[in-house]
């Protein structure tokens, strides 16, 4: 072969022509080196001509094209690190900015905060000086007490014993006044009012006020119970450390009791809509706790428009007229009373946004896992409730917060939703998988990669969470339970988490669709890419009231409702059998 035809000095020197190996710091070369330096061996593939009778060539060729492959593989690495090192640089801004966006706000509350206090620090002045006084002038008032008080012991210890009796007497009684001013000083010092001064001002309390008192709600004291007085099960109620052993309480051996300290006054009645027994037996409830038992009742508006069709007889019963009534409505009622099934009793719990009354749900749907009453002796059951101390299971509800990645500052956050169920963050109607992160007290927990996911209370273990996979929970026991919804894995079982934690559900930016959570069953909100889903505890719980007491009912209604471990008892054997 003569060496004119191919001159690999020509392509492979240090000329024009020649290849140029990319080089940098970093050890990787440029991508549009790379792609150069394909093109150039591309070429020299083209122009050199390949004889079949030479081996070399060929063998050469070939060495040539794995260069090429090489070089190809190597361009694409390149431009998918630069790709995912664009993404991670775009999220560290986005979390700076967050950051300083917190820190200027932190700095614009205590600029507020100093200047609050620079513009009351003469009101603080004034109202030390009111509170100081009093307290001074009280101290004198002791102090002069006292030393009349030792001014008659010491002359009681100077006369005689004839006349000692006599002014024995007449010194108990200074004793005794000094020993009721005390308790007076101290009672109003814990509890900040004191009786006189509440004389003294009666001349000045207005006649509204008056009736606000009169009519008053009934109040109530909680305390654990045990089955009986001599029970071995009842336990401390503390948690103490004694010569280095720990002892902690064991109140799951008792239950809730409720019992009333005056009676109630005013029941609110929420019924099941769509259902003539329900508004027949909603028609004789009102009655007979009016006539019988002389309660005020509330209803529905629509509840009251249909009485009112019934009967002009009805025209006593109240209702409320918009949200701000309905969000001082747990401070007029004493008893709630839902006629249906547990969707009632949630439609109840969602009305009151804060403390919640009692409940006593009655059984007219379908399972009933929180309706123990059932409504043929719905007499006898109210008037035991009424009479009390009855029994109630404190269901917990969660507190979910919607946070919007759009949003500046606290203001713009939407209100929270309370959930007596659970909430549920799926894919909606996309066909792609959802994909969540999820933290646990800012700790990552996982990445749910299904259908989507399920955040419930242990009343609503029963529920959603039941049908997904997930454990049945005595409602009494705190806890949240995490449960996935058809995970794209075999290890994704479901988790029960401590009450106190916060579980915070977070779209990524990468996510191919954006996410749907609904608040039990209800509720549903769209939850784009970068937006947070927060959940934990709520400080206000849903009693309700016991047929029996909490753990009975609860093995009745899973009894009852799904027939739990329901099977017929395997057959013995007809001859005994030989050991």
Not at 167 to 193: D, F, K
Not at 436 to 442: G, I, R
Request: charged residues 25%; glycine residues 6%; contains cysteine.
């Amino acid at each position: 072969m003569a060496p004119s035809k191919f001159n690999s000095t020509d392509s492979f020197g240090h000329g024009d022509a020649g290849v140029s190996w990319p080089h940098s710091e970093n050890g990787f070369g440029d991508s549009l080196s790379l792609l150069q330096s394909e093109k150039a061996v591309q070429e020299i593939l083209q122009q050199t001509p390949v004889h079949g009778s030479d081996d070399h060539l060929i063998e050469f060729s070939e060495a040539l094209r794995t260069v090429a492959k090489a070089l190809r593989r190597a361009a694409e690495g390149k431009a998918a690190a630069q790709a995912e090192a664009a993404e991670w640089k775009r999220r560290f801004e986005l979390e700076r900015a967050r950051n300083l966006q917190l820190e200027n706000k932190g700095n614009g509350i205590c600029e507020k905060l100093r200047s609050w206090w620079m513009q009351t620090s003469v009101n603080n002045g004034m109202g030390l000086i009111r509170l100081v006084l009093p307290c001074l002038l009280c101290w004198e008032i002791w102090k002069e007490q006292d030393r009349r008080l030792y001014e008659e012991q010491s002359f009681k210890e100077n006369n005689s014993v004839s006349e000692g009796g006599r002014l024995e007497n007449s010194t108990s009684q200074p004793v005794l006044l000094n020993q009721e001013h005390e308790h007076s000083n101290r009672a109003c010092l814990e509890h900040g009012i004191c009786s006189h001064e509440v004389l003294q001002d009666a001349k000045d309390v207005d006649s509204n006020m008056v009736n606000n008192k009169i009519m008053k709600k009934a109040s109530f004291k909680l305390s654990w119970r045990c089955k009986g007085e001599n029970s071995d099960q009842h336990k401390h109620d503390i948690v103490y450390f004694e010569r280095g052993n720990i002892t902690t309480a064991e109140r799951s051996s008792k239950q809730i009791s409720l019992k009333w300290e005056s009676p109630p006054q005013t029941v609110v009645i929420l019924t099941k809509p769509n259902s003539n027994s329900v508004q027949i037996l909603c028609a004789q409830m009102v009655r007979w706790l009016r006539e019988q038992k002389k309660l005020n009742i509330y209803v529905e508006p629509r509840v009251r428009a249909e009485l009112l069709t019934e009967s002009s007889y009805f025209s006593f019963v109240q209702t409320w007229k918009d949200e701000k009534e309905i969000l001082l409505l747990h401070t007029k009622v004493d008893l709630v009373v839902t006629l249906g099934g547990d969707g009632t009793v949630l439609w109840a719990a969602s009305i009151f946004k804060g403390p919640v009354p009692p409940i006593v749900p009655f059984s007219l749907g379908s399972l009933g896992f929180m309706t123990p009453f059932h409504s043929e002796h719905y007499k006898d059951y109210l008037d035991s409730v009424l009479r009390g101390p009855i029994s109630i299971t404190l269901r917990n509800r969660l507190q979910c917060h919607v946070i919007r990645d759009a949003a500046k500052n606290e203001i713009e956050i939407e209100d929270p939703i309370l959930v007596l169920n659970e909430v549920t963050i799926d894919r909606g109607i996309s066909s792609y998988l959802t994909n969540l992160e999820c933290y646990c007290d800012n700790s990552f927990v996982t990445c749910v990669q299904g259908d989507g996911l399920i955040l419930s209370t242990t009343s609503g273990s029963t529920a959603y969470s039941l049908a997904a996979g997930g454990s049945m929970v005595h409602p009494q026991v705190p806890g949240i339970l995490f449960t996935p919804i058809c995970p794209h894995s075999l290890s994704f079982r479901p988790l029960i988490l401590p009450e106190h934690v916060t579980l915070r559900v977070q779209i990524p930016f990468n996510s191919r669709s954006p996410a749907w959570a609904s608040f039990d069953g209800k509720d549903r909100k769209q939850l784009a890419p970068g937006d947070a889903l927060v959940c934990s505890m709520a400080p206000w719980p849903v009693p309700t009231a016991c047929q029996v007491d909490s753990t009975d009912d609860f093995f009745r209604s899973i009894h009852d409702g799904l027939h739990w471990n329901l099977r017929k008892t395997q057959s013995s054997f007809d001859v005994p059998l030989d050991v």
